[in-house]
Each structure stands twice: as C-alpha cells, then as structure tokens.
C-alpha cells in the first residue's frame, strides 16, 4: 500500500553532515507515524528518530543533538538531517511508516518499510 524510497545515503567524513530523504507513493501520509531505523553489520536493526502524525519528535539518546527529523506532508516526505557524524553513525538506514502504536520506537509497530540507504561515516 504504501511505498516507501531513501535517498541521500553516501560517504562522509567524521563531523560532517549528510541529509536522508524519504518519499513516499501512498495516499494517506499524513495519517502516519514516520521513523527512521539502522542497521549496523552483525547488529540488530535500532531505532534512530520519529516524527508523529503530528509533528512530535522522538530520538535515540546517541544522536540527540546530532540529529533533527522532519517531515513535510505536501511532498510526501520525512527527512533525517544528520550532524556531528561519528564513524559510529555507519550503517544502512530505514525509513518506515506505522499506521497506529503506542511505543513509537518499537521497530515491530511499523506497517511499511524503505529499501535502505547505506551511510558510511569515515573516521
């Protein structure tokens, strides 16, 4: 139902920035809870940042600071801008989308899940 692409995956140095995109096909946007999850080699997929339906954002304590979620709802599109980069910060990050939950971090409450865009931050 709804499809979920990143983008903006890429080399960075340590301390740099690099921004994700995610679009989204479906129709009803809006109504869903939007997060972003990574996955590390040999580590399981971990909760990175949310924005809510209604804008209410949620982070991981090791990117509070660092990184800011946003989301605009007249493109179909969440955003995970990413500071301070930490080596650390490498992984394949995924955009995902829930319909309903009651803990927003719980990876297992999203409905839709993105391909993945590899980050690699060099140190």
């Known amino acids: 139902q709804e499809q979920l692409v990143e983008s903006g995956g890429g080399l960075v140095q340590a301390g740099g920035s690099l921004t994700l995109s995610c679009a989204a096909s479906?129709?009803?946007?809006?109504?869903?809870?939007m997060g972003w999850f990574r996955q590390a080699p040999g580590k399981e997929r971990q909760f990175v940042a949310a924005?809510?339906?209604?804008?209410?954002?949620y982070y991981a304590d090791s990117v509070k600071g660092r990184f800011t979620i946003s989301r605009d709802n007249a493109k179909n599109a969440v955003y995970l801008q990413m500071s301070s980069l930490k080596a650390e910060d490498t992984a394949v990050y995924y955009c995902?989308?829930?319909?309903?939950?009651?803990?927003?971090?719980?990876?297992?409450?999203?409905?839709?899940w993105g391909q993945g865009t590899q980050v690699t931050v060099s140190s």
């Open positions: 924005i809510s339906r209604r804008g209410i954002t």
């Open positions: 995902a989308a829930r319909d309903s939950g009651r803990v927003i971090s719980e990876l297992k409450g999203y409905n839709y």
């Open positions: 479906g129709d009803a946007f809006s109504r869903y809870d």
